[in-house]
């Protein structure tokens, strides 16, 4: 319980930071969605009637999304990737240094802590020289477990399914383009993200997770 209660408190903390360009503070998460082709053509919509699918379809295989999100920025990017394995993760994380933030001195990195989210997928992917330097790029913080409400990748990760992977989506590269316009509309017309839970609510409203120090 103690580890949880740290873990969630250093999230909070760095949630209190200030914007800053040189280091940005960024969320991540990563999720699925199975790509599902019809058997046969949708009715249309007419006055007073949705469009109407059939109950048959097609799985066209699965595709991982990966999620970045910048929240004093308001930016994300997405990635959709054929697979979730440890070297597609690695190439993410060069691409958010490298490309993403070439130049930010230091980007705090916030995930949960899934086992290809470490340093060591780093060095599954690339040689030592160039997996060191990604990582002292890098200052990571992760969520406590069962605590993934404290990533607000997730919370985007959930706007992104209710408003555009809530329907039958046919192939990879339709998933990728419908992805894209959702990420670039929210770039451009949402607000930055405050974070207003605070440590201080943390040790009021969730005091039940804290332990009993005996005297």
């Known amino acids: ?7 969630m408190e250093d999230l909070l903390e760095v949630y209190k930071r200030t914007y800053d360009q040189a280091y940005p503070v960024v969320c991540m998460d990563e999720s699925s969605k199975q790509q599902i082709k019809e058997v046969r053509k949708p009715l249309p919509a007419y006055p007073c009637e949705p ?3 059939d109950s048959e379809y097609e799985r066209n295989g699965v595709s991982n999304l990966f999620i970045f999100f910048e929240p004093l920025a308001g930016i994300r990017h997405i990635e959709v990737t054929s697979q979730r394995t440890a070297i597609d993760w690695a190439y993410q ?16 990195l916030v995930m949960d802590n899934l086992n290809t989210h470490c340093g060591a997928s780093l060095y599954k992917a690339f ?6 330097r990604i990582l002292e790029r890098l200052e990571i913080h992760y969520t406590p477990k069962h605590g993934s409400w404290l990533n607000m990748a997730e919370i985007e990760l959930s706007i992104l399914s209710r408003q555009c992977l809530d329907r039958r989506i046919p192939d990879r590269e339709t998933l990728k383009k419908e992805v894209i316009a959702w990420a670039n509309s929210r770039n451009t017309h949402s607000s930055p993200m405050e974070w207003r839970f ?6 009021i409203k969730l005091r039940r997770l804290y332990p009993t120090i005996e005297t």
Do not use: S
Request: a negative charge; hydrophobic letters at 30%.
């Open 51 to 53: 469009e109407r699918y």
């Open 198 to 203: 605070t440590t201080e609510d943390a040790r």
């Open 93 to 108: 994380i060069r691409d958010l240094v490298d490309v993403h933030y070439p130049d930010a001195e230091r980007i705090t």
């Open 127 to 132: 040689e030592p020289p160039e997996a060191r």
């Open 1 to 7: 319980m103690r580890m949880k209660v740290c873990a």
